[in-house]
């Protein structure tokens, strides 16, 4: 590996969500002022989506580290693809209420609900986050909304926020669940970062994981990660992390295009079924390109 040649404490471009790692770019910066105002506004239901890899469990997680931070009580569901008594004792379970196996809807229920109102009465705010929400069964998306419908005179007792892929939308737009859709009173889609951003963002995890030295990435490495990869963080993670490894095997120090094409045609999630992008890059790009290909 290449922590020591490089002078690093940690693996930089780990795919893993780590809050630590946290790069507040346009989008994302506002995505989470977004999920603020809505969560200080006692809004029922927000909206959060995005395509694969833009970093949507990666703001959820630091959205949920924020409201930690504000001593608000929070229930995590990383997996909502479940029946909506299965969603109730995840909910209960995360709340950390205790409960029966013998339970019932209408009784599990009435524990959240007073479980709530007690949250309420001590001015504290309780918000439901549920990861992949693309995945929630129809029915059980009427039980969710049916759980928001718990009120004060002033606010909700319990706030939702879904973090999803597009496809939730497509999904929202189900008319046997539109009155959850009427709630949504909050909404962002997550973009994908910029070239700017994707350079700055290399520099960023670089920085963060312990680095200390001269820039590890060219120019022309960082503006063609960001045409392979669209701006998808996941994927530019992908990419410098094999490019240092190449780097490393070569006892280099500055990751070039070359190492950035090298890294494509070695991951099969962005060369299956397709020819590698060498020759098409060689033929498209500009001088720039050829000239850190040399």
């Known amino acids: 590996m290449y922590l020591n040649y490089f002078g690093m404490k940690e693996l930089p471009f780990s795919i893993t969500p780590d809050t630590g790692y946290f790069f507040s770019c346009s989008s ?4 989470l002022n977004t999920l603020i105002v809505a969560i200080e506004s006692g809004e029922g239901f927000i909206k959060i989506t995005g395509e694969v890899g833009t970093g949507k469990t990666l703001l959820c997680r630091k959205f949920i ?18 029946g ?20 019932n809807q209408h009784q599990i229920l009435k524990m959240l609900t007073e479980f709530l109102l007690a949250r309420a009465a001590a001015g504290e ?12 069964p129809v029915e059980t998306m009427e039980a969710l909304r049916l759980l928001s419908n718990l009120e004060t005179e002033r606010r909700k007792l319990l706030q939702v926020v879904l973090f999803g892929q597009p496809e939730l939308n497509d999904k929202l737009a189900n008319p046997a669940i539109r009155q959850l859709r009427q709630r949504i009173a909050f909404s962002y889609n997550l ?4 070239r700017e ?32 990869t669209g701006g998808i963080p996941r994927l530019v993670n992908i ?5 240092l490894l ?7 120090q500055l990751v070039q295009a070359r190492h950035v094409v090298s890294a494509y045609d070695d991951t099969d999630s962005f060369t299956m079924g397709k020819p590698t992008r060498l020759e098409s890059l060689w033929a498209s790009a500009g001088t720039w390109f050829r000239k850190a290909m040399l």
């Open 246 to 252: 190449a780097v490393r095997g070569e006892g280099m």
């Open 28 to 31: 994302h910066q506002e995505a």
């Open 197 to 228: 951003d994707v350079s700055y963002y290399l520099t960023h995890r670089l920085m963060k994981a312990g680095y200390q030295g001269r820039p590890l990435f060219s120019q022309e490495a960082s503006v063609l990660m960001h045409k392979l």
């Open 239 to 243: 990419l410098a992390h094999k490019s």
């Open 125 to 136: 705010r309780v918000v439901l986050c549920l990861d992949e929400a693309q995945a929630l």
């Open 84 to 103: 909506p008594m299965t969603l109730l004792f995840g909910v209960a379970d995360e709340l950390g209420i205790q409960y029966s196996e013998r339970i």
């Open 191 to 194: 973009m994908p970062m910029t």
């Open 65 to 82: 580290k924020i409201l930690d931070e504000i001593n608000a009580t929070t229930a995590y569901i990383p997996n909502p693809y479940v």
